[in-house]
């Protein structure tokens, strides 16, 4: 194209923001991610892009069982654009147990919002995020939601969330009364505040706005709880650290906000702050060398698929993190795996499960790829440079159960289900060298339940979920020093010796499965050159050794 020049391409990544949503379980995140929606004209009703009498689902909960429990069990893509940028937002589960989910989409970021429920205070989860947020040093907004409630003392929050967290918090806004006498928000930049009305349904752009933080009239409208805020404020400004903006993107330091996502209030300082504060897209991290978002040559890597959005169709849609270059609809591209060439022609970007046909992406873009078994998580998309992107996580599962179908005419589709549902990461399934029952891995029960309930209402396949002997599964590799050839060798006398426990993986990673931790130990005693491992990145990456042989 005549236009696509180094200038524009800059251009375009330079108003990128991609970003994922995270919190504990219930701190409001689905709810926030509704509403940014909201805000940035994306949708018109939240709930649902289109309201259908009083029955209303979030947009990113699109999976019948996440409707009927109202809880997110997969991650969702939206994009949406607001004041000139293009704002790719992933609302993550926030359930523990579909944490891999979650962690393989913060591979695909470059910023998170960290929704705190304003009466729990920092939770298990919301801990476990930001570890793995704190370790990819990925910059962190907060947001603390619910103050419409009986909540914790604000300076408390600010107090746990700086221990906890072990970063630097700078309120970005600070809240005037808690509860039933929640009255707004101080924007401590814009030296004004939003005065506070309930209703999920109000037009949030009809907020009263006052000007100033020390209009002598506050006292005598809001009472007690704006002379605790004057206080706070007051200490603030003495004790609380100044913005840092390198802080901020090296993951030490959050700006924190406060508000109620379900009364639409506070949502737009955060949209704004997400605009303004928030990174265009990064270089990223390949084995080969790192890659500039600004390159000409279109790469990209696969960091989430998902099966059966559209159930009346049966799909696969493999979701792609653009990493440099310039998409455009039906161009070449190369599998750097498997050295297969595609070239996708019904490329969509998402609001949730409603699609749009997408003509072009640059870096920092989420783009789905219709996929029928071609492609695999991690799997990196080039105009033929051979690239492999690392950092994408597997983790060896903690519960184990086999499954058999209630049926046996459908053994068919069971296969078929599992094999997708292992594709996209949703359960992990092994299939043992010895025996023909499968097995699943998962990190914890709900997983089970969703994979059941999946299997029976997306492939009409019953399933029985049984308890398995296993308790301990690690990937295994060798290493003898002698080279690849007599690697193969060793994994191949390896897996032929203990051919009753090893199974392989979706992607034919063979793996060791034990009864008990100690069974374990037993065999790495016996076996020294072979590598036991809890945690494996794509199959190109922790078996690079193996597969170069």
């Known amino acids: 194209m005549a236009t696509d020049t180094p200038a524009r391409i800059a251009a375009e990544v330079q108003r990128r923001r991609t970003f994922a949503i995270i919190s504990h ?12 929606l909201l805000f940035s004209g994306a949708i018109q009703i939240a709930g649902s892009v289109k309201a259908r009498k009083a029955t209303r689902h979030a947009t990113s909960d699109w999976m019948e069982i996440e409707k009927q429990r109202g809880i997110s069990v997969a991650s969702s893509v939206m994009q949406m654009e607001y004041r000139g940028c293009v704002i790719n937002l992933l609302d993550t589960p926030g359930h523990q147990d579909f944490s891999e989910d979650t962690y393989r989409v913060l591979t695909a970021v470059d910023a998170a919002l960290m929704v705190i429920d304003a009466a729990n205070g920092v939770e298990p989860q919301t801990r476990r995020l930001l570890q793995v947020c704190r370790a990819r040093h990925t910059p962190i907004l907060t947001f603390v939601n619910k103050m ?33 006498a929640f009255h707004g928000v101080m924007d401590l930049r814009a030296q004004q505040m939003r005065v506070f009305s309930p209703g999920e349904d109000r037009d949030h752009r009809n907020d009263e706005i006052l000007l100033g933080l020390d209009n002598p009239a506050y006292a005598q409208r809001f009472g007690m709880p704006y002379a605790q805020a004057e206080g706070e404020i007051s ?138 078994g071609v492609l695999q998580l991690g799997d990196t998309l080039t105009e033929g440079e ?32 599992l094999t997708q549902l292992g ?58 020093g002698e080279g690849p050839a007599a690697d193969e060798r060793e994994l191949a006398r390896f897996v032929d010796a203990n051919a009753h426990r090893v199974a392989y993986d979706a992607v034919d990673a063979p793996t060791v499965l034990v009864e008990y931790a100690p069974e374990l130990r037993a065999i790495e005693g016996n076996w020294p050159k072979i590598r036991f491992h809890a945690l494996r990145e794509h199959a190109g990456l922790v078996f690079q050794r193996r597969l170069e042989g």
């Open 25 to 36: 379980p219930d701190a409001g995140k689905t709810t926030l991610t509704e509403k940014l």
């Open 235 to 372: 200490l603030l400004a003495e004790a609380a650290p100044p913005f840092d903006e390198a802080a901020f993107r090296a993951g030490r330091q959050t700006p924190m906000f406060f508000g109620s996502a379900v009364n639409n209030f506070g949502v737009r300082e955060v949209l704004d702050a997400l605009v303004d504060l928030a990174p265009p897209p990064a270089e990223r991290a390949a084995i080969q060398r790192v890659v500039q978002p600004q390159e000409a040559r279109f790469s990209g890597v696969v960091f989430k698929i998902q099966a059966n959005m559209d159930p009346a169709h049966r799909d696969r849609i493999a979701f792609l993190r653009v990493a440099s270059g310039h998409f455009e609809r039906g161009m070449r591209l190369k599998v750097a795996r498997s050295g297969k060439e595609l070239r996708p022609n019904t490329v969509v970007s998402f609001l949730s499960q409603r699609r749009e046909l997408l003509d072009e992406a640059f870096a920092g873009d989420i783009i789905g790829i219709p996929n029928h």
């Open 148 to 180: 419409d409630r009986e909540v914790k003392d604000p300076l408390a929050l600010m107090e746990e969330i700086e221990r906890e967290l072990g970063m630097e918090v700078v309120p970005f806004t600070w809240p005037v009364g808690m509860g039933k």
């Open 386 to 417: 051979s690239l492999q992107f690392t950092g994408l996580p597997f983790f060896a599962p903690e519960m184990f159960r086999s499954v058999e179908v209630a049926d046996p005419l459908k053994t068919k589709q069971l296969k078929a289900g």
């Open 423 to 480: 594709e996209e990461g949703a359960i992990q399934v092994f299939r043992p060298l010895a025996g023909t029952v499968l097995l699943l891995g998962a990190v914890g029960q709900l997983q089970f339940e969703v994979v059941a309930h999946r299997l029976e209402h997306e492939y009409g396949c019953k399933a029985r979920v049984l308890p398995s002997r296993y308790q301990v599964a690690r990937w295994v590799t060798a290493e003898t």
